[in-house]
């Protein structure tokens, strides 16, 4: 859907104007889930645009350092599946930053998400839907 969103904008000439998202910088595991967050944000962007340059930035962003042990959760149970999960988007950002063609870019796109939903979804009431906000 988003590439044909793209195509429709290159077949017509109108290219969208990336929005500016201005968020609080902070650290640990907040600042980390932000800094995914914007990054997300930048590759949608190059995406719908489309715009290499804010693809790049997008996967770019992703290239963060990994969580450090002291911003994962303190669930044992949780603290395995959150590693890898984390070290999942790493992977992705790295395939993301060479992705050229807007079939791969789409493809790595899908495959972030897939890995957000899946650590998301490891506990519902701190991380997921469940949290009440």
Request: proline share 8%; hydrophobic share 40%.
């Amino acid at each position: 859907m988003l590439r044909q969103c793209a195509e429709c904008h290159r077949a017509v000439g109108v290219m969208p104007s990336p929005s500016a998202i201005v968020r609080p910088d902070v650290g640990g595991l907040v600042g980390h889930m932000l800094e995914h967050q914007r990054a997300i944000d930048d590759l949608l962007q190059g995406l719908l645009i489309p715009s290499a340059p804010q693809w790049s930035r997008g996967a770019e962003r992703l290239r963060v350092a990994p969580l450090r042990q002291g911003d994962l959760p303190r669930d044992p149970l949780l603290t395995g599946s959150v590693k890898r999960a984390d070290a999942r988007v790493h992977q992705i950002a790295e395939q993301a930053v060479l992705a050229s063609s807007p079939l791969s870019r789409a493809a790595a796109y899908g495959d972030l998400l897939a890995t957000c939903a899946e650590c998301h979804g490891l506990h519902r009431k701190i991380w997921g839907p469940g949290r009440g906000f």
